[in-house]
């Protein structure tokens, strides 16, 4: 019940923020609609709600989360921009298991995000039981599993581990 409050308050701040006419249909309308989002996917929110409470966890995103990702995602575009302009430069795209230590259901998620969203590599499945995540990669640069979860995943993973865990 606690992140069903917890959703919808967050649903209803940023349907504030996005119609900012404060008038009040818009806040009846932004009302309902956050009751509606709240109802539908609050089993699926976050199961922790106390950690939002952390300012510090805020921090660590700002400051160290967005820039590595930002950083990341910047240099694989060019890289996958540079492979579709010199179409001889050879690929080897494969699909690579990594692990990671994440446990957390939001932290997995943005794990899997902040793979798929860089160019270049695909989240395609997790094996939460395990710690296994299969990863779609445009150039296989390495097959075993250590190598390729250094090379993809441990990057984000230790930020994620300050903010989620």
Avoid at 135 to 163: C, Q
Wanted: hydrophobic share 50%; aromatic share 14%.
């Amino acid at each position: 019940m606690k992140s069903k409050i917890v959703l919808f308050i967050l649903a209803f701040l940023v349907w504030s923020l996005l119609n900012w006419v404060p008038d009040w249909q818009h806040l009846v309308v932004g009302v309902f609609v956050s009751i509606f989002v709240a109802y539908m996917t609050g089993d699926l929110f976050i199961q922790r709600p106390y950690v939002l409470r952390h300012p510090l966890r805020y921090w660590y995103f700002i400051t160290s989360y967005i820039p590595v990702f930002l950083w990341e995602c910047f240099k694989a575009n060019i890289d996958v921009a540079y492979r579709v302009i010199h179409p001889r430069l050879p690929i080897n795209p494969g699909i690579v298991k990594v692990k990671t230590s994440l446990k957390a259901d939001t932290a997995l998620t943005f794990l899997a995000n902040s793979i798929t969203l860089t160019p270049g590599t695909l989240s395609v499945d997790i094996d939460r039981e395990k710690g296994i995540l299969y990863v779609h990669w445009i150039d296989v640069k390495v097959k075993d599993i250590e190598s390729a979860t250094k090379l993809i995943v441990e990057r984000f993973e230790n930020i994620l581990k300050k903010i989620f865990e």
